[in-house]
């Protein structure tokens, strides 16, 4: 048996971490059945000179716990580095003993002692749009170091008002993007640490801050704060000598400054760079006093999970266009940017040449119109994709050069290209490469099929999620990249399956409760910023309310969310660190009921007092049917009151109803606090209680029994909320829409994901494969057939002369389904939180049945998902009559295989084969 993998919040050997801490390991082991039995856990505080200091010792605990144990010792101190080491048995016997570290950063406010700087001339505001905004400024510090040799550690502790990129002697500690992140910057704004100890140099040394907009200044996305408008920089590298001297270098006085060569960068707009702009006058900064907007309270340590290049695209084929535009063509959906090599070729390799003032101009698109031109599917209805102008361009100075936009992405596929206006004869492929942009995060799942459909479906999937997950999960990469929070409430679960979104999303989440307002109410769009907040209180004062701007099924991701994260990894702590937040919701959701009836109410008090069914709610959100040629604005209200009735009453019970739950696991997880048990009985006793009236109330009625939606139907049978004498007219009802639609998916966001389960439920998984696997519009495969390489906002992508709609080509949402494809293909289960415990069982009966009935054969899947007890695999195969399976259970785990002709195997951990003739 073997220790593996030994992590500290999701992180191998993390610096800069603040002081909430936790640890985890997996095992490895050639022996089957193996579980560990005991653990032991000791953290020693490392410091220069001395003996290492004891801070925990948790002593031997009898337990197969191996993730998201909570550090709990004495107080962790700022900048030190700690050694920990796990000891574990096993049932075996066996033994092993593994040790690993984590650094801290600044803890408290007092250990800053840099100042914040600015440039010493006001800058104007930004505006949207192309070229609208001010120049990037460059930040300078030159200073001396002596005895180099006799430095054990360097860090470099850096935020700012704005985006950055840090070079420390003209060299970058690492390659992210936008750095500070995207944060409710007035109330949470990251810092970052960057080891820098072997980067500097005996003598003379500079650190230079290249500062854009990023968010902070981004008019589609300002802060919902004051701010006086300054690119702005916080700076502190501390050498520790080996005799325990600490030398700091910070940010104050000795700052210079100067304009940068970025003319004008925005997120949404796009960056203009001017290689010309060689100024080296430098002027001193300014060091900022002001508290209002110069304050350390906000800064929080950020852990590893930067913004990176996550893979490199080359040009597929260039297009020339029927209306003469050079048009690359990448192949592949995407967010990110444009790499140019500029005067790099050579006479018998001629490459992309611009003489000093030419410009390149890169215009970024998804698709193509009919004809294929160059098209801008960027919907700009009030207000709302406003400044998405998507293009990029350089300014050269007739030198060799390698451009990378620096403070913007996009969302494309397609980018056409101009130089000084024109479009160029003969450009060269490889001086173009596209860099996908993504919240680095570890890769956990993998899945391929016989079936080349299902698999570009699934891959689109995966595209779709390297794409909105740019420092915080987002709805698309190219109109609004906001953190709207329906769209996570439905994807939540999916992401996780597919990779290791707990460190981002945890920060997301921190930065749900910072937006959330006096009334509990979690808003619409998390940072809320830009327009969003004018926005979101003025739909919430024309319906009747106060505070902010929210809705059923958006707001409710304060609490699904990190139960979503809870079922795939059995986090308790996200719970932990999330309860207030989750509480302060359902006691807004619960008091609405309570305060607030509709017009014209004719339902008693006994019921109505538990029905959540005032104020502004979102519905399913773009149900097909209702949306056939884009966003439906002219019937946006008619639409949304169609199925906002149902919603709201039952995802507010949904909410109540898992933060009951929650209550319950926290009260058994820490039995000594009373607060959980004491609100496992009151919420439990209100859940049941909303969830009689949803069934009296809204089941019963007139309105539900005539809808001709299939998500009225989908969600009281997935939910069990249908009493027993009615479920075979829901489930009826259900199936007969679906018939009429000639097997085609008409529900929104929030009816999608638990549309195929319920099938499955009331004991139709025939149907439930014939919508999978149907090409017709709307449906999953049908935007793969159409050509799509990533996930569509709305299934109707195309009018019906096959001009594009103005919408999304790159949003995760309805991407959901791949859970149950994993489920149902592959046939992985979690039996237990965390797939502790799991079931194997692909619906092989299911699948032969939709073999026989559809030209897509499925005859063999696999599929791998990194568990935190371990990796399980999946492999299955079927030729003629025999079927044969693989599986791989991981340490510390139990599964339970079923065979298709009804046998069951109970197994531990290690490789499993099985034959079946069928």
């Not at 709805?475 to 409430?489: F, I």
């Not at 308790?572 to 509709?598: F, G, S």
Request: aromatic share 10%.
């Amino acid at each position: 048996m073997r220790i593996i993998d030994l992590k500290v919040l999701n992180s191998k050997n993390p610096i800069g971490i603040g002081d909430r801490v936790y640890f985890s390991w997996k095992m490895e082991s050639d022996e089957k059945d193996t579980k560990q039995k005991s653990y032991r856990l000791k953290v020693y505080k490392k410091e220069a000179g001395k003996d290492n200091t004891l801070v925990m010792d948790s002593e031997e605990v009898e337990s197969d716990e191996l993730a998201y144990i909570p550090y709990k010792g004495k107080e962790l101190e700022s900048k030190s580095v700690y050694l920990w080491e796990v000891s574990v048995k096993d049932n075996h016997g066996n033994e092993d003993c593994k040790e690993a570290t984590f650094e801290t950063g600044l803890l408290k406010e007092s250990d800053w002692k840099a100042s914040w700087v600015t440039p010493a001339k006001k800058r104007k505001v930004n505006k949207a749009g192309f070229g609208n905004q001010e120049p990037s400024i460059l930040f300078q510090q030159k200073f001396q170091i002596v005895n180099l040799d006799k430095v054990v550690r360097a860090r470099l502790y850096a935020t700012a008002h704005g985006a950055y990129e840090i070079y420390v002697n003209e060299n970058r500690p690492d390659e992210r993007f936008f750095a500070p992140e995207h944060t409710v910057y007035e109330k949470y704004l990251c810092y970052q640490t960057y080891d820098v100890t072997n980067m500097l140099t005996e003598g003379e040394n500079e650190l230079k801050f290249h500062v854009g907009n990023g968010w902070y200044f981004c008019p589609n996305a300002e802060p919902n704060c004051k701010t006086d408008h300054q690119l702005a920089i916080l700076s502190q590298l501390e050498l520790m000598y080996e005799d325990g001297r600490v030398v700091v270098v910070a940010s104050g006085d000795d700052v210079m400054t100067k304009v940068g060569q970025v003319v004008s960068a925005d997120l949404y707009a796009g960056e203009l760079y001017d290689a010309n702009e060689k100024s080296n006058i430098w002027i001193k900064a300014k060091v900022q006093t002001k508290k209002k907007y110069y304050g350390l309270a906000n800064l929080r340590p950020q852990n590893t999970d930067r913004v990176l290049v996550k893979k490199k695209v080359p040009v597929s084929k260039i297009i020339k266009s029927p209306k003469g535009e050079c048009i690359l063509d990448f192949g592949q959906n995407m967010a990110g940017v444009v790499k140019i090599n500029i005067n790099t070729g050579i006479e018998s390799n001629p490459h992309l040449t611009l003489k000093q003032g030419q410009r390149i101009r890169l215009e970024h698109c998804e698709v193509l119109d009919k004809d294929g031109n160059y098209f801008n599917n960027i919907m700009a209805d009030g207000g709302v994709g406003k400044g998405c102008d998507q293009t990029d361009e350089y300014i050269s100075d007739g030198n060799e050069a390698v451009y990378i936009p620096h403070f913007t992405y996009h969302g494309f596929r397609y980018v056409r290209v101009t130089i000084d206006g024109r479009a160029p004869e003969d450009i060269n492929p490889e001086d173009f490469v596209a860099l996908l942009l993504s919240t680095e995060k570890e890769n956990v799942g993998t899945f391929e099929c016989s079936d080349k459909d299902v698999n570009r479906f699934y891959e689109n999937t995966r595209w779709s999620q390297d794409s909105n997950m740019i420092s915080i999960p987002t709805d698309c990469p190219q109109r609004e990249k906001a953190g709207w929070t329906g769209d996570m409430l439905v994807y939540a679960k999916t992401a996780m399956l597919n990779e290791d979104c707990t460190s981002m999303f945890s920060r997301w989440l921190e930065n749900m409760e910072a937006d959330q307002d006096e009334f509990g109410i979690v808003p619409m769009v998390v940072p809320e910023n830009g327009n969003y907040p004018k926005m979101g209180k003025l739909m919430t004062m024309m319906s009747g309310g106060k505070g902010k701007g929210t809705s059923s099924g958006w707001g409710d991701s304060a609490v699904i969310v990190p139960y979503a994260m809870y079922e795939v990894t059995g986090n308790t702590q996200v719970l932990i660190q999330q309860y207030n937040c989750m509480k302060k919701w359902c006691d807004y959701v619960i008091t609405t009921a309570k305060t607030r009836k509709p017009k014209d109410c004719n339902r008693s008090e006994e019921i109505e007092q538990y029905l959540w069914d005032t104020g502004f709610h979102y519905g399913e959100w773009l149900i097909p049917s209702q949306n056939k040629e884009g966003l439906d604005m002219k019937n946006l209200k008619t639409n949304m009151a169609m199925s906002s009735w149902y919603t709201a009453p039952i995802f507010g019970w949904n909410s109540i109803n898992k933060f009951a739950m929650i209550t319950e696991i926290l009260s058994k997880a820490e039995p000594s606090s009373s607060e959980y048990s004491a609100d496992a009985k009151k919420y439990r006793k209100i859940s049941d209680n909303m969830k009689k009236a949803v069934q009296k109330g809204i089941l019963g009625s007139e309105k539900m029994m005539n809808s001709p939606l299939q998500g009225a139907y989908v969600l009281p049978l997935y939910f069990d909320l249908v009493e027993e004498e009615r479920k075979e007219f829901f489930a009826n009802r259900l199936v007969e829409l679906i018939e009429k639609n000639d097997y085609c998916m008409d529900t929104g966001f929030l009816g999608t994901p638990y549309l195929l389960d319920t099938l499955q439920k009331i004991g139709r998984s025939d149907v439930a494969w014939k919508l999978l696997l149907n090409e017709k519009a709307p449906s999953w495969l049908s935007e793969v057939k159409a050509g799509g390489t990533t996930i569509w906002e709305n299934c109707f992508g195309f009018e019906a002369d096959g001009n594009p709609v103005k919408l999304s080509f790159n949003h995760y949402s309805f991407g959901c389904v791949t859970d149950w494809i994993y489920r149902n293909v592959t046939g992985i289960t979690p039996l237990e939180v965390g797939f502790k415990r799991f079931r194997v069982a692909p619906d092989i009966a299911g699948i032969l049945e939709s073999n026989r009935d559809n030209k897509h054969i499925i005859s063999a899947a696999k599929r791998s998902f990194m568990s935190v007890n371990g990796e399980i695999k999946v492999e299955w195969s079927l030729h003629e009559n025999t079927y044969k399976l693989m599986v791989q259970v991981p340490a510390n785990s139990n599964a339970e295989i079923m065979l298709p002709g009804g046998k069951m195997e109970k197994v531990g951990s290690g490789q499993y084969q099985f034959e079946e003739e069928l």
